[in-house]
């Protein structure tokens, strides 16, 4: 396994390797613009009380439609780098298309890895962000990229089964 599939797996596993990770983008146009207000410095709740176990993503607009995200941020050498861009699929059916471009302990990824994976995102209440990963055991596990396009784009698509049913929950936190 290349040292940037190694690194992946052992840091992001529970959280976006629970999604599929796909050698070419799922979508490559009609991407939605972010709002501003996207970013900033994110918050997930650990599992415990103790805010050393808390993940936190940096979000930050490259151009209207294209984004950087950093995840886990804080601990150098865990981060891995995104290019972001949205989907909006009708009311309440956001779908961010993440390509990974580097990481501190692995670098650059290597040709032909999985580059590209999807999170179901969720505005609420204004500063909280639901965020869903593919569901490795669902629908859209073992397929390519084109066929998980026909599948999202499916008027009858079942997203609850696509994308893991229990969402990270992450809080911008205040400027100060």
Do not use: H
């Not at 984004?67 to 995104?82: C, F, H, I, Q, S």
């Not at 699929?89 to 990824?109: K, N, V, Y």
């Not at 390519?144 to 994308?163: G, I, T, Y």
Request: proline share 8%; charged share 25%; with cysteine.
């Amino acid at each position: 396994m290349p040292k940037f599939a190694r690194f992946f797996v052992t840091f992001l596993g529970a959280f976006l390797l629970a999604g599929c990770m796909f050698e070419e983008p799922v979508f490559t146009g009609e991407f939605s613009e972010l709002p501003d207000s996207l970013g900033g410095v994110w918050v997930a709740p650990g599992k415990a009380e103790d805010p050393r176990g808390d993940s936190y993503a940096v979000f930050a607009p490259i151009e209207a439609q294209r984004w950087l995200l950093a995840y886990p941020a804080g601990e150098a050498e865990k981060t891995v780098y995104y290019e972001v861009q949205a989907r909006t699929f009708g009311e309440g059916r956001d779908l961010l298309q993440l390509r990974t471009i580097a990481s501190f302990a692995g670098g650059l990824p290597d040709a032909g890895e999985g580059k590209y994976t999807l999170v179901f995102c969720n505005r609420i209440a204004g500063n909280r962000l639901e965020v869903r990963p593919i569901n490795a055991e669902g629908p859209l596990k073992g397929k390519k990229a084109p066929e998980v396009k026909s599948m999202l784009e499916a008027p009858d698509a079942d997203w609850n089964a696509m994308f893991v049913r229990e969402p990270m929950v992450f809080r911008l936190l205040p400027e100060e």
